[in-house]
Protein backbone atom coordinates (compact mmCIF):
# COMPACT_ATOMS: atom_id res chain seq x y z
CA UNK A 1 0.00 0.00 0.00
CA UNK A 2 1.49 3.35 -0.80
CA UNK A 3 0.17 5.95 1.85
CA UNK A 4 0.89 8.57 -0.31
CA UNK A 5 -1.99 7.93 -2.25
CA UNK A 6 -4.18 9.34 0.58
CA UNK A 7 -6.40 12.46 0.24
CA UNK A 8 -5.08 14.97 2.24
CA UNK A 9 -7.66 17.78 3.93
CA UNK A 10 -7.14 20.13 1.08
CA UNK A 11 -8.99 17.39 -1.10
CA UNK A 12 -12.37 17.95 0.82
CA UNK A 13 -15.24 20.21 0.09
CA UNK A 14 -15.20 21.32 3.62
CA UNK A 15 -17.59 24.40 3.63
CA UNK A 16 -20.35 24.24 6.05
CA UNK A 17 -19.77 20.70 6.60
CA UNK A 18 -19.38 19.20 10.45
CA UNK A 19 -15.32 17.83 10.29
CA UNK A 20 -14.49 15.51 12.82
CA UNK A 21 -10.83 15.57 13.58
CA UNK A 22 -8.71 13.46 15.50
CA UNK A 23 -6.14 15.23 17.22
CA UNK A 24 -3.33 14.17 19.21
CA UNK A 25 -3.61 15.84 22.32
CA UNK A 26 -2.40 13.50 24.75
CA UNK A 27 -0.29 16.35 26.61
CA UNK A 28 1.63 16.11 29.75
CA UNK A 29 -0.18 17.51 32.55
CA UNK A 30 1.19 18.43 36.22
CA UNK A 31 -1.31 19.34 38.61
CA UNK A 32 -3.82 20.45 35.68
CA UNK A 33 -1.14 22.61 33.70
CA UNK A 34 -0.09 21.11 30.84
CA UNK A 35 3.61 21.42 31.06
CA UNK A 36 4.44 20.23 27.16
CA UNK A 37 2.06 21.79 24.48
CA UNK A 38 4.29 20.44 21.50
CA UNK A 39 1.22 18.12 20.35
CA UNK A 40 -1.31 21.46 20.44
CA UNK A 41 0.50 23.38 18.19
CA UNK A 42 1.31 20.66 15.47
CA UNK A 43 -2.51 20.14 15.28
CA UNK A 44 -2.75 24.03 14.73
CA UNK A 45 -2.50 24.22 10.62
CA UNK A 46 -5.42 21.82 10.33
CA UNK A 47 -7.68 23.25 12.79
CA UNK A 48 -6.79 26.58 10.80
CA UNK A 49 -7.30 25.39 7.74
CA UNK A 50 -10.52 24.20 8.58
CA UNK A 51 -12.08 27.18 10.22
CA UNK A 52 -10.38 29.81 7.47
CA UNK A 53 -12.32 27.29 4.77
CA UNK A 54 -15.91 27.52 7.15
CA UNK A 55 -15.90 24.21 8.44
CA UNK A 56 -17.53 23.05 11.42
CA UNK A 57 -14.61 21.69 13.44
CA UNK A 58 -15.05 19.06 16.08
CA UNK A 59 -12.10 17.91 17.79
CA UNK A 60 -11.42 14.62 19.54
CA UNK A 61 -8.32 12.96 21.13
CA UNK A 62 -8.12 10.54 23.85
CA UNK A 63 -5.02 11.30 26.99
CA UNK A 64 -3.15 8.73 28.60
CA UNK A 65 -4.70 5.54 30.32
CA UNK A 66 -8.16 6.33 31.72
CA UNK A 67 -8.74 2.51 30.75
CA UNK A 68 -12.39 3.19 29.31
CA UNK A 69 -13.71 5.27 32.59
CA UNK A 70 -14.26 8.65 33.38
CA UNK A 71 -11.07 10.00 35.16
CA UNK A 72 -11.03 13.70 35.87
CA UNK A 73 -7.21 13.66 36.12
CA UNK A 74 -7.88 12.71 32.24
CA UNK A 75 -9.53 15.56 30.97
CA UNK A 76 -9.57 17.07 28.22
CA UNK A 77 -10.74 20.40 29.96
CA UNK A 78 -7.33 22.08 29.97
CA UNK A 79 -6.13 21.46 26.43
CA UNK A 80 -9.63 23.57 25.81
CA UNK A 81 -8.76 26.64 27.25
CA UNK A 82 -4.88 26.20 25.93
CA UNK A 83 -6.42 25.59 22.10
CA UNK A 84 -8.68 28.45 22.90
CA UNK A 85 -5.11 31.00 23.58
CA UNK A 86 -3.89 29.75 20.66
CA UNK A 87 -6.60 29.89 18.08
CA UNK A 88 -7.42 33.22 19.49
CA UNK A 89 -11.35 32.50 19.57
CA UNK A 90 -13.84 30.12 21.48
CA UNK A 91 -13.40 26.53 21.54
CA UNK A 92 -16.45 25.15 23.25
CA UNK A 93 -15.58 21.65 25.18
CA UNK A 94 -18.46 18.87 25.04
CA UNK A 95 -17.62 17.94 29.08
CA UNK A 96 -19.63 14.19 28.82
CA UNK A 97 -18.36 11.24 30.06
CA UNK A 98 -19.60 9.25 27.33
CA UNK A 99 -17.86 11.40 24.60
CA UNK A 100 -20.67 11.38 22.46
CA UNK A 101 -23.55 12.65 25.20
CA UNK A 102 -26.22 15.07 25.61
CA UNK A 103 -23.66 17.77 25.53
CA UNK A 104 -21.81 16.58 22.54
CA UNK A 105 -24.93 16.88 20.87
CA UNK A 106 -26.29 20.27 21.59
CA UNK A 107 -22.95 21.94 21.19
CA UNK A 108 -22.48 20.50 17.41
CA UNK A 109 -26.02 20.99 16.59
CA UNK A 110 -25.47 24.62 17.89
CA UNK A 111 -22.26 25.09 15.50
CA UNK A 112 -22.40 27.95 13.00
CA UNK A 113 -19.51 27.34 9.98
CA UNK A 114 -15.97 27.95 11.84
CA UNK A 115 -16.52 27.35 15.21
CA UNK A 116 -14.58 24.33 17.24
CA UNK A 117 -16.23 22.25 19.69
CA UNK A 118 -13.23 19.85 21.51
CA UNK A 119 -15.32 16.27 23.19
CA UNK A 120 -13.69 14.46 25.89
CA UNK A 121 -11.04 11.73 26.31
CA UNK A 122 -12.33 8.84 23.73
CA UNK A 123 -10.65 6.69 26.14
CA UNK A 124 -13.16 7.02 28.56
CA UNK A 125 -15.15 4.90 26.60
CA UNK A 126 -13.98 0.88 26.90
CA UNK A 127 -14.80 0.18 23.23
CA UNK A 128 -12.63 2.95 22.26
CA UNK A 129 -9.52 0.74 22.20
CA UNK A 130 -11.37 -2.45 21.07
CA UNK A 131 -12.55 -0.24 17.46
CA UNK A 132 -16.34 -1.39 18.97
CA UNK A 133 -18.55 -0.30 15.91
CA UNK A 134 -21.35 1.24 18.68
CA UNK A 135 -19.17 4.12 19.76
CA UNK A 136 -17.43 4.72 16.03
CA UNK A 137 -21.37 4.76 14.53
CA UNK A 138 -21.80 7.65 17.74
CA UNK A 139 -18.80 9.40 16.32
CA UNK A 140 -19.83 9.51 12.49
CA UNK A 141 -23.51 10.71 13.75
CA UNK A 142 -21.64 13.79 14.96
CA UNK A 143 -19.95 14.64 11.42
CA UNK A 144 -20.19 14.37 7.74
CA UNK A 145 -16.38 14.02 7.19
CA UNK A 146 -13.12 13.08 9.23
CA UNK A 147 -9.55 13.83 9.10
CA UNK A 148 -7.11 11.67 10.85
CA UNK A 149 -4.32 14.14 12.37
CA UNK A 150 -3.02 12.31 14.57
CA UNK A 151 0.20 10.58 13.62
CA UNK A 152 1.30 9.56 17.16
CA UNK A 153 -1.88 7.28 17.26
CA UNK A 154 -1.73 5.94 13.82
CA UNK A 155 -0.34 2.53 14.49
CA UNK A 156 -3.57 1.84 16.39
CA UNK A 157 -7.22 0.91 15.12
CA UNK A 158 -9.19 2.39 17.34
CA UNK A 159 -12.69 3.88 16.98
CA UNK A 160 -10.97 7.52 16.78
CA UNK A 161 -8.87 6.54 14.45
CA UNK A 162 -10.10 3.74 11.93
CA UNK A 163 -13.75 2.80 13.18
CA UNK A 164 -15.21 6.10 12.58
CA UNK A 165 -13.89 6.35 8.86
CA UNK A 166 -16.19 3.66 7.76
CA UNK A 167 -19.25 5.18 8.97
CA UNK A 168 -18.78 9.15 7.08
CA UNK A 169 -18.67 9.54 3.38
CA UNK A 170 -14.98 10.74 3.10
CA UNK A 171 -11.98 10.61 5.23
CA UNK A 172 -8.13 12.57 4.88
CA UNK A 173 -4.97 12.76 6.16
CA UNK A 174 -4.58 16.54 8.25
CA UNK A 175 -1.22 18.24 7.71
CA UNK A 176 0.53 16.45 10.21
CA UNK A 177 -0.31 13.23 9.56
CA UNK A 178 0.66 13.94 5.69
CA UNK A 179 3.85 15.24 6.54
CA UNK A 180 4.71 12.31 8.74
CA UNK A 181 3.61 10.35 5.36
CA UNK A 182 6.05 12.39 3.15
CA UNK A 183 9.24 12.21 5.29
CA UNK A 184 8.82 8.88 6.54
CA UNK A 185 7.15 7.23 3.19
CA UNK A 186 9.93 8.51 1.10
CA UNK A 187 12.42 7.50 3.34
CA UNK A 188 11.24 4.03 3.39
CA UNK A 189 10.00 3.88 -0.06
CA UNK A 190 11.85 5.99 -2.52
CA UNK A 191 14.95 7.19 -0.17
CA UNK A 192 17.48 9.83 -2.06
CA UNK A 193 20.99 7.93 -1.55
CA UNK A 194 23.30 7.06 0.04
CA UNK A 195 20.77 6.29 2.74
CA UNK A 196 22.22 5.85 6.05
CA UNK A 197 19.89 4.68 9.22
CA UNK A 198 20.88 4.95 12.78
CA UNK A 199 19.52 2.57 15.18
CA UNK A 200 20.18 3.21 19.13
CA UNK A 201 18.68 2.90 22.25
CA UNK A 202 17.67 -0.16 24.61
CA UNK A 203 16.77 -2.98 22.92
CA UNK A 204 17.69 -5.71 20.24
CA UNK A 205 14.04 -6.89 20.83
CA UNK A 206 12.23 -3.75 19.73
CA UNK A 207 14.24 -3.06 16.87
CA UNK A 208 14.34 -6.40 14.98
CA UNK A 209 11.54 -5.44 12.04
CA UNK A 210 13.11 -2.85 12.05
CA UNK A 211 17.00 -4.16 11.57
CA UNK A 212 15.20 -6.54 9.18
CA UNK A 213 13.67 -4.62 7.17
CA UNK A 214 16.04 -1.47 6.72
CA UNK A 215 18.90 -3.97 5.63
CA UNK A 216 16.67 -4.46 2.30
CA UNK A 217 16.62 -1.03 1.96
CA UNK A 218 19.51 1.49 3.53
CA UNK A 219 23.24 1.83 2.51
CA UNK A 220 24.85 2.03 5.54
CA UNK A 221 23.08 1.00 9.24
CA UNK A 222 24.95 2.53 12.06
CA UNK A 223 24.02 0.54 15.62
CA UNK A 224 24.43 2.54 18.87
CA UNK A 225 23.10 2.85 22.28
CA UNK A 226 22.41 -0.24 24.26
CA UNK A 227 21.82 -2.83 21.18
CA UNK A 228 25.06 -2.30 19.94
CA UNK A 229 26.66 -4.84 22.82
CA UNK A 230 24.42 -7.60 21.38
CA UNK A 231 26.01 -7.06 18.14
CA UNK A 232 29.88 -6.73 19.53
CA UNK A 233 28.57 -10.03 21.33
CA UNK A 234 27.98 -11.48 18.07
CA UNK A 235 31.17 -10.74 16.84
CA UNK A 236 33.01 -12.45 20.00
CA UNK A 237 33.44 -9.29 22.08
CA UNK A 238 33.38 -9.23 25.72
CA UNK A 239 30.98 -6.37 26.62
CA UNK A 240 31.45 -7.02 30.48
CA UNK A 241 28.16 -5.67 32.41
CA UNK A 242 27.07 -3.64 29.80
CA UNK A 243 22.99 -4.15 28.64
CA UNK A 244 23.31 -7.59 26.68
CA UNK A 245 20.47 -9.30 24.75
CA UNK A 246 21.45 -13.03 25.17
CA UNK A 247 18.70 -14.51 23.31
CA UNK A 248 19.54 -12.53 20.51
CA UNK A 249 23.24 -13.17 19.77
CA UNK A 250 22.41 -15.47 16.59
CA UNK A 251 20.18 -13.78 15.69
CA UNK A 252 22.79 -10.95 15.36
CA UNK A 253 25.47 -12.76 13.88
CA UNK A 254 23.16 -13.74 11.13
CA UNK A 255 22.18 -9.95 10.45
CA UNK A 256 26.14 -9.19 10.13
CA UNK A 257 26.27 -11.66 7.43
CA UNK A 258 23.08 -10.84 5.72
CA UNK A 259 24.48 -7.02 5.43
CA UNK A 260 27.83 -8.29 4.34
CA UNK A 261 26.13 -10.65 1.52
CA UNK A 262 23.85 -7.34 0.41
CA UNK A 263 26.84 -4.57 0.53
CA UNK A 264 24.91 -2.81 3.06
CA UNK A 265 27.46 -1.50 5.75
CA UNK A 266 27.19 -1.93 9.42
CA UNK A 267 28.65 -0.01 11.94
CA UNK A 268 29.14 -0.92 15.31
CA UNK A 269 31.02 0.97 18.15
CA UNK A 270 35.09 0.85 18.08
CA UNK A 271 35.21 2.03 21.18
CA UNK A 272 33.40 2.81 24.19
CA UNK A 273 32.55 4.98 27.42
CA UNK A 274 32.90 2.62 30.34
CA UNK A 275 32.09 2.72 34.05
CA UNK A 276 32.13 0.40 37.34
CA UNK A 277 27.72 1.05 37.55
CA UNK A 278 24.85 2.80 36.58
CA UNK A 279 24.83 6.61 37.24
CA UNK A 280 21.83 6.90 40.12
CA UNK A 281 19.86 8.89 39.94
CA UNK A 282 20.51 9.26 36.24
CA UNK A 283 22.03 12.83 36.12
CA UNK A 284 24.39 12.47 38.99
CA UNK A 285 28.01 12.51 38.23
CA UNK A 286 30.33 9.83 37.29
CA UNK A 287 33.56 8.42 36.92
CA UNK A 288 34.24 7.08 32.63
CA UNK A 289 36.96 5.74 31.00
CA UNK A 290 37.54 5.38 27.09
CA UNK A 291 38.41 1.93 25.67
CA UNK A 292 38.76 -0.12 22.49
CA UNK A 293 35.06 -1.86 21.85
CA UNK A 294 37.01 -5.65 22.29
CA UNK A 295 38.13 -4.52 25.44
CA UNK A 296 35.53 -3.82 27.81
CA UNK A 297 36.42 -4.88 31.31
CA UNK A 298 34.18 -8.07 33.04
CA UNK A 299 32.62 -6.04 35.97
CA UNK A 300 32.43 -2.71 33.71
CA UNK A 301 29.56 -1.45 31.69
CA UNK A 302 29.78 0.90 28.50
CA UNK A 303 27.28 3.22 28.26
CA UNK A 304 27.79 5.27 25.47
CA UNK A 305 29.93 5.34 22.15
CA UNK A 306 33.62 6.43 22.47
CA UNK A 307 34.81 9.84 20.65
CA UNK A 308 36.70 7.72 17.89
CA UNK A 309 32.93 5.97 17.25
CA UNK A 310 31.51 9.77 17.55
CA UNK A 311 33.78 10.46 14.71
CA UNK A 312 33.29 7.50 12.21
CA UNK A 313 29.23 7.85 13.06
CA UNK A 314 29.63 11.55 12.22
CA UNK A 315 31.79 10.48 8.49
CA UNK A 316 28.81 8.07 7.17
CA UNK A 317 26.41 10.50 8.09
CA UNK A 318 28.07 14.06 6.99
CA UNK A 319 28.21 11.98 3.15
CA UNK A 320 24.41 10.77 3.87
CA UNK A 321 21.20 12.54 1.59
CA UNK A 322 18.50 10.78 3.25
CA UNK A 323 19.33 9.86 7.56
CA UNK A 324 16.70 8.63 9.50
CA UNK A 325 17.15 7.97 13.22
CA UNK A 326 15.96 6.47 15.95
CA UNK A 327 17.35 6.08 19.72
CA UNK A 328 20.12 7.66 21.40
CA UNK A 329 23.09 6.65 21.67
CA UNK A 330 24.30 6.22 25.25
CA UNK A 331 22.44 7.30 28.37
CA UNK A 332 21.39 10.93 27.19
CA UNK A 333 19.54 11.99 30.39
CA UNK A 334 23.45 12.18 32.06
CA UNK A 335 26.01 15.25 30.59
CA UNK A 336 29.01 12.71 31.11
CA UNK A 337 27.63 10.23 28.69
CA UNK A 338 25.32 12.08 26.24
CA UNK A 339 28.41 12.35 24.16
CA UNK A 340 27.80 10.32 21.70
CA UNK A 341 24.24 11.35 21.16
CA UNK A 342 25.36 15.11 20.82
CA UNK A 343 27.81 13.65 18.21
CA UNK A 344 25.90 11.89 16.10
CA UNK A 345 23.19 15.23 16.78
CA UNK A 346 25.67 17.98 15.38
CA UNK A 347 26.01 15.67 12.35
CA UNK A 348 22.88 14.92 11.28
CA UNK A 349 22.50 18.99 11.40
CA UNK A 350 25.40 19.90 9.26
CA UNK A 351 24.69 17.64 6.65
CA UNK A 352 23.08 18.81 3.32
CA UNK A 353 20.60 15.56 3.39
CA UNK A 354 17.07 15.08 4.63
CA UNK A 355 17.41 14.63 8.41
CA UNK A 356 14.66 12.55 10.11
CA UNK A 357 14.19 11.94 13.49
CA UNK A 358 11.91 8.81 14.30
CA UNK A 359 10.19 10.11 17.61
CA UNK A 360 10.30 8.95 21.10
CA UNK A 361 13.78 9.50 23.22
CA UNK A 362 15.55 10.33 19.87
CA UNK A 363 12.66 13.33 19.28
CA UNK A 364 13.46 14.44 23.24
CA UNK A 365 17.37 13.89 22.88
CA UNK A 366 17.34 16.19 19.86
CA UNK A 367 15.44 18.76 21.66
CA UNK A 368 16.80 18.88 24.81
CA UNK A 369 20.03 19.24 23.13
CA UNK A 370 19.06 22.12 21.03
CA UNK A 371 19.15 20.54 17.61
CA UNK A 372 15.58 20.81 16.81
CA UNK A 373 15.48 23.33 14.36
CA UNK A 374 18.13 21.76 12.03
CA UNK A 375 16.52 18.51 11.33
CA UNK A 376 13.97 18.22 8.40
CA UNK A 377 11.17 16.43 10.37
CA UNK A 378 11.08 15.84 13.85
CA UNK A 379 8.47 12.69 14.03
CA UNK A 380 5.55 13.00 16.63
CA UNK A 381 5.13 9.54 16.71
CA UNK A 382 7.66 6.78 18.51
CA UNK A 383 5.74 4.18 18.01
CA UNK A 384 4.01 4.99 14.86
CA UNK A 385 7.28 6.01 13.31
CA UNK A 386 8.84 2.48 14.74
CA UNK A 387 5.85 1.17 12.94
CA UNK A 388 6.36 2.80 9.75
CA UNK A 389 10.51 2.11 9.65
CA UNK A 390 9.22 -1.69 10.09
CA UNK A 391 7.34 -1.25 7.07
CA UNK A 392 4.27 -2.20 8.59
CA UNK A 393 0.64 -1.13 7.52
CA UNK A 394 -0.50 1.71 9.52
CA UNK A 395 -4.04 1.40 10.39
CA UNK A 396 -5.09 5.10 10.73
CA UNK A 397 -3.67 5.54 7.71
CA UNK A 398 -5.10 2.58 5.47
CA UNK A 399 -8.48 3.73 6.61
CA UNK A 400 -8.36 7.14 4.77
CA UNK A 401 -9.95 7.59 1.52
CA UNK A 402 -8.24 7.15 -1.13
CA UNK A 403 -7.68 9.94 -3.87
Same mark, same amino acid.
Given at each position: ???? %???? $?? @? ?16 ? =? ?8 ? &? ?21 ? !???? #??? /? ?42 ? @? ?26 ? %???? =? ?9 ? &?? !? ?8 ? $? /? ?17 ? $???? $?? #? ?15 ? +? /?????? *? ?26 ? %???? @? ?15 ? =???? @??? +? ?26 ? %? ?6 ? *? ?23 ? #? ?5 ? +? ?33 ? !? ?7 ? =? ?17
Amino acid at each position: MSYL %SKKN $VE @DLNVAGRRVLVRCDFNVP =LKNGVITDEN &RIVAALPTIQYLIDNNAKVILCS !HMGK #PKG /EPKPEYSLAPVAVRLAEKLGKEVVFAADDNVVGDNAKAAVAAMK @DGDVVLLQNTRYRAEETKNGEALSKELA %SLCD =LFVNDAFGAAH &RA !HCSTVGVASF $V /EESANGYLMAKEVKFLGNA $VENP $VR #PFVTILGGAKVADKLNV +I /ENLLNK *ADTLIIGGGMAYTFLAAKGYGVGTSLLD %SEKI @DYCKDMLARAEEKGVKI =LLPI @DCT +IAKEFPNPIDAPIDVEIVDADKIPADYM %SLDIGPKT *AALFAEAVASAKTVVWNGPMGVFEN #PTLAKGT +IAVAEAMAKTEGTTIIGGGDSAAAVNTLGFGDKMS !HISTGGGAS =LEFLEGKELPGIAAMTDK
